[in-house]
């Protein structure tokens, strides 16, 4: 299996721009999560998903983040508008359940 | 409610002495618990992970931890420390039961001295 792909793996934007960050899960996996990475946070979970459902987006920092997940393979995650404090490496994550994540490489987004 | 704690931010070890990182958990109810390694610019990928069964889990290089209900503990060890053992690794919590929604800890830096 090819594993959890992320696109972009870097992207340079300017304050104010919007950001549109894509996962492919691992085919078969019922559980979908978002996940933003920062020196001074650490790992933070931003929502997940079950079967495309939204279960949980409590972690989202705010009505500027949103993510979908249309069907079972795609999700996005979209920053508008984007703010120097967005800066972070951002992780999709996918599960079949009970804990045992498999996570993507990541996109590292700069906001100037 | 569920949390992991794990105490520092570094540990640095010389090559082939042992490894520990500890671990402690508090859940309301029995755990799943999981050590993930995050190497550079990777993601995180599963070492190893209890779940009810035997409480010593043996995970990939090398890499076991033992569940003590007792001392609510989850603390990672290897024998002998190598170089590429070098990253950082998170300890994580999720009750039997429960959705999948896993509690990360802070994570450790593990530096390996040769």
Redesign the interface.
């Known amino acids: 299996d090819a594993g959890?792909i992320q696109s972009p793996r870097h992207e340079v934007t300017e304050m104010g721009q919007e950001v549109t960050l894509r996962c492919k899960p691992i085919s078969g996996h019922d559980?979908l999560f978002w996940y933003r990475q920062t020196m001074m946070r650490?790992?933070e979970?931003l929502i997940?998903f079950?079967n495309n459902v939204p279960?949980?987006d409590s972690g989202m920092p705010e009505d500027r983040f949103s993510a979908k997940m249309p069907n079972a393979s795609f999700s996005t995650l979209k920053i508008q508008p984007s703010e120097p404090r967005d800066s972070a490496v951002y992780?999709c994550?996918s599960?079949l359940?009970?804990?045992?994540?498999?996570?993507?490489?990541?996109s590292r987004l700069t906001v100037l | 409610a569920q949390s992991v704690t794990q105490l520092g931010s570094h540990v640095s070890v010389s090559e082939g002495a042992l490894v520990l990182l500890r671990c402690n958990y508090s859940s309301s109810v029995p755990p799943y618990l999981f050590w993930y390694v995050q190497y550079p610019n990777q993601g995180l990928q599963l070492l190893l992970k209890y779940t009810s069964a035997a409480t010593l889990v043996k995970g990939i290089n090398g890499f076991e931890a033992e569940f003590k209900k007792s001392e609510t503990s989850f603390h990672l060890t290897k024998p002998s420390a190598h170089m590429s053992d070098a990253a950082e690794y998170f300890c994580a919590v999720n009750p039997q039961g429960a959705n999948s929604k896993l509690t990360f800890g802070k994570g450790i830096t593990l530096s390996v001295r040769p």
Do not use: Q
Request: glycine fraction near 22%; charged fraction near 15%; aromatic fraction near 28%.
């Open positions: 959890v559980y650490g790992l979970l997940y079950n279960i949980d992780f994550a599960s359940g009970y804990g045992e994540l498999f996570f993507g490489e990541g």
